[in-house]
């Protein structure tokens, strides 16, 4: 399984980009990386996936370079409603299914 | 849509004792996960289900876990005999068919006190 590492805090302020880096060294070639986003008392939310480049929604964006060993979370204009922990997970189809593996996740903290 | 619906949102037992939480994934969804999430620490995979069947169960802590998904709809998540350490919030997810590509929709999740 492709172990991710991030940071595990980042502060901003209302208004900034805020981007968040995943490393993933040993990421499979069927893998896809995922980012969940998640609120206190709350189970976690997808926000976005990608396989390799550039994808982007309505919420966020996700850089993948060419080797596919890290990806960024791109955040637009955070707002204090982003503040949350955000997982980055890589994962794919190995024999028993689909399996995902959650680290602990990056807290972000927006203020005014 | 209606989401992934769990019951209930807490639960307060003496170690010892015996406890089940429920799931209702989202309609038409073939994939179902359990997973347990410590505070502080990301949600960790217990089991997860092809519609009635298991996929992996590698995590799940077979002497005390057990995991059930009649009729590949509902499933319920038991804990006997609960230990300390078994306090977390246990999240319920679902997810179309599986695949690598699928979104996993989670819900609010059962926050379990063992004292």
């Known amino acids: 399984l492709a172990k991710t590492t991030q940071p595990i805090s980042m502060d901003s302020y209302e208004g900034q980009e805020v981007n968040i880096t995943c490393s993933h060294n040993n990421i499979a070639t069927n893998d896809y990386i995922t980012w969940y986003q998640q609120f206190p008392s709350q189970g976690p939310r997808f926000i976005i996936q990608?396989?390799?480049t550039k994808v982007t929604n309505e919420v966020a964006s996700l850089f993948i370079p060419a080797d596919r060993k890290s990806s960024t979370l791109s955040l637009p204009r955070v707002s204090l409603s982003d503040t949350a922990v955000y997982y980055c997970l890589v994962g794919g189809l190995t024999g028993g299914g689909n399996k995902l593996t959650f680290g602990t996740g990056t807290q972000l903290k927006v203020e005014l | 849509e209606a989401g992934v619906a769990q019951s209930p949102r807490y639960k307060i037992i003496e170690k010892r004792q015996s406890v089940a939480f429920w799931c209702n994934p989202i309609?038409?969804?073939?994939?179902l996960y359990w997973y347990q999430q410590i505070l502080g620490q990301g949600p960790k995979l217990l089991i997860q289900?092809?519609?009635?069947?298991?996929?992996?169960d590698s995590q799940l802590p077979k002497d005390r876990f057990s995991a059930e998904r009649l009729k590949g709809v509902d499933s319920t998540l038991k804990i006997q005999p609960a230990k300390l350490e078994d306090s977390a919030v246990y999240l319920c997810?679902?997810?179309?068919?599986?695949?690598?590509?699928?979104?996993?929709?989670f819900g609010p999740g059962t926050r379990l006190t063992v004292l």
């Open positions: 309609s038409g969804h073939a994939t």
């Open positions: 997810a679902s997810s179309y068919h599986g695949g690598a590509e699928d979104t996993q929709y």
């Open positions: 289900f092809q519609n009635n069947g298991v996929v992996d």
């Open positions: 990608g396989y390799k």
